[in-house]
């Protein structure tokens, strides 16, 4: 398994941007399919991005399309989610997700795919 931390959430007005980051442990980093997902008070944790161990491959649910970026660099064993136009609706703890996949031929968007998790992020957009 892979231990991972996020940092980078904080309180922004709508329209603003954040960056969170995501540090793993571990020397297999390029191994893994790496994810963003949230949870918003009162409700399940949900899908936000991920990306596969390249970068070549990336997901996003609709929501988020064309305002967040996930990237990652495996030579420093880091994941980032770039968040831009923030709505209030994007309030929640984020918590960076992983999946191992020792054929680098896989791809999954699905929370129950991804075995390790951080302890999660708060992020706060007031209107």
């Known amino acids: 398994q892979v231990q991972l931390v996020e940092s980078g959430g904080g309180l922004v007005q709508a329209g603003g941007s954040l960056r969170l980051s995501c540090a793993a442990s571990?020397?297999?980093?390029?191994?893994?399919?790496m994810g963003w997902f949230r949870q918003a008070p009162g409700k399940e944790r949900e899908f936000v991005a991920a990306i596969n161990w390249s970068g070549s491959i990336t997901g996003y649910t609709d929501s988020v399309k064309g305002r967040f970026t996930i990237s990652r660099d495996n030579a420093k064993n880091m994941v980032y989610l770039e968040m831009n136009s923030l709505k209030p609706e994007d309030t929640g703890i984020y918590y960076c997700?992983?999946?191992?996949?020792?054929?680098?031929?896989?791809?999954?968007?699905?929370?129950?795919?991804?075995?390790?998790w951080g302890q999660g992020t708060q992020v706060t957009v007031s209107a």
């Open positions: 571990g020397r297999t980093f390029s191994s893994f399919i």
């Open positions: 997700g992983a999946r191992r996949d020792d054929t680098r031929l896989f791809f999954t968007t699905k929370e129950q795919e991804f075995a390790s």
